[in-house]
Nanobody, 128 residues
Framework: QVQLVESGGGLVQAGGSLRLSCAAS????????MGWFRQAPGKEREFAAA????????YYADSVKGRFTISRDNAKNLVYLQMNSLKPEDTAVYYC?????????????????????WGQGTQVTVSS
């Protein structure tokens, strides 16, 4: 079992920045991949970014590439999502997710069903 808690969401003007944090606890030694997803009202949950837990691989959705950066601090069991040049269409609840069994391998890091653990989400609102 892994518990995930997101923080750092809020209201920001278009063009601004926010940094989301995800604190992991429990069986963190079993983490294979960590991901960030987002869900806007009336829309499906969509992939934003992912990172493996022990290597250097990072993945981004085309919609955030060049603006968002995912990073991690293994010693503190933290994953971050630095979001720059925010747009109103980035408004959503952002969720942190963890895969402990390697289900995300083989390019499945963008599939929400591949992650077994989820945080409660943090709201990001970008005003125009």
């Amino acid at each position: 079992q892994v518990q995930l808690v997101e923080s750092g969401g809020g209201l920001v003007q278009a063009g601004g920045s926010l940094r989301l944090s995800c604190a992991a606890s429990g069986r963190t030694f079993s983490i294979d991949t960590m991901g960030w997803f987002r869900q806007a009202p009336g829309k499906e949950r969509e992939f934003a970014a992912a990172t493996d837990w022990r290597g250097d691989s990072k993945y981004y959705a085309d919609s955030v590439k060049g603006r968002f950066t995912i990073s991690r601090d293994n010693a503190k069991n933290l994953v971050y999502l630095q979001m720059n040049s925010l747009k109103p269409e980035d408004t959503a609840v952002y969720y942190c997710a963890a895969d402990l069994v390697g289900r995300t391998r083989g390019s499945r890091y963008s599939q929400h069903w591949a992650y077994g653990y989820w945080g409660q989400g943090t709201q990001v609102t970008v005003s125009s």
